[in-house]
Nanobody, 121 residues
């Protein structure tokens, strides 16, 4: 069982940066693929970024602005978000899974509770 806890969200102005963290309890991420998703009010949860083995994947809307990474101990996954835009406002979730389509929520078995990111214009 993996428990995931996100942190680092907040209210920022457009153009600012935030770094989200996702901490694992119970075990490390070393055997899991990790993803970040987000969900805005009234919208479906959408893929943001994923880290599968040594490969990274990004949604087109965040490519070049967001970076997913993890620490060497494989206990924390990060999402560095730069040049934030109002349309990036959402609840951000991290997730862990064993493989499959990186973009699909069905790929991931464990989810955190989410952290709110609000970007003002």
């Amino acid at each position: 069982q993996v428990q995931l806890v996100e942190s680092g969200g907040g209210l920022v102005e457009a153009g600012a940066s935030l770094r989200l963290s996702c901490a694992a309890s119970g075990r490390t991420f070393s055997t899991y693929n990790m993803g970040w998703f987000r969900q805005a009010p009234g919208k479906e949860r959408e893929f943001v970024a994923a880290l599968f083995a040594s490969y990274t994947y990004y949604a087109d809307s965040v490519k070049g602005r967001f970076t997913i990474s993890r620490n060497n101990a494989a206990t924390t996954v990060y999402l560095q978000m730069n040049s934030l835009r109002p349309e990036d406002s959402a609840v951000y979730f991290c997730a862990a899974g064993s493989g499959g389509n990186v973009h699909s929520t069905n790929t991931y078995d464990y989810w955190g509770q989410g952290t709110q990111v609000t970007v003002s214009s």
